[in-house]
């Protein structure tokens, strides 16, 4: 389980003193990595490169609704908290297609920030899978995990873009994983249900890639 005082979180406003406020009160609270910044530009660096987990984002930045124009091209596993100073119903309707974790008003709060923070750390982890990859420990969106296979003493999870092997059993990984959206198809072979394009009686289908379906397990899909 991750800590929270480790998450990653950026804070992006132009108004100097709230976001030093805000920074102020995560660093009394001991968080240990954060990022702040003021502008546009220095924010799209930040999200491609310090790839925070939870982004606190000033909606009218630079004066403009550029804040919720950033929060598109954020980082995928970046959880968004929108901070304005306005309600405009108009401004909040766009805001909302971004599918932020929360608002909070100005003057800033530090109950609403702390609140808000571990909300959204709680929700992400209740999402989120944590593995060993070698040396490495790697927190895998469940949404970005396609397949999983057994092989030995060792399991591949294979996402869009890449695949990551850990040792552990098919079945103690299962526990950690919603049994809603992952489930077997095979006793060496567990998918991601949403992934699934077509199913006949002994496969099953994601990007064309054909996953064993058993007679054992062909019931998970009727």
């Known amino acids: 389980m991750r800590n929270i005082k480790n998450t990653k979180i950026l804070i992006v406003e132009d108004e100097i003193l709230i976001a030093e406020h805000i920074f102020e009160i995560l660093e009394e609270e001991l968080f240990t990595n954060l990022r702040l910044v003021h502008d546009k530009e220095s924010a799209k660096v930040e999200m491609s490169h310090f790839l925070p987990d ?127 959206t992952f489930i077997k198809t095979h006793r060496s072979y567990m998918v991601n249900r949403t992934k699934v394009e077509r199913i006949s009686s002994t496969s099953v289908f994601i990007n064309n890639l054909e996953i064993p379906l058993s007679r054992t397990y062909a019931f998970n899909f009727r």
């Open 54 to 180: 939870i982004i606190l984002m000033d909606i009218n930045l630079d004066g403009e609704n550029s804040g919720i124009e950033l929060s598109k091209i954020k980082n995928d596993n970046a959880t968004l908290i929108f901070l304005t100073g306005q309600y405009d119903a108009s401004l909040m309707n766009k805001a909302l297609k971004t599918n932020p974790e929360a608002y909070l008003t100005k003057p800033i709060k530090r109950l609403d920030v702390l609140a808000s923070i571990n909300l959204a750390f709680i929700k992400k982890q209740a999402s989120t899978l944590q593995i060993k990859d070698g040396h490495d420990t790697v927190n895998l969106q469940f949404d970005d995990i396609v397949y999983i296979v057994a092989d030995g003493n060792y399991i591949d999870i294979h996402t869009e873009t890449k695949k990551y092997t850990t040792r552990q059993s098919l079945n103690t990984l299962a526990e950690q994983l919603s049994s809603d």
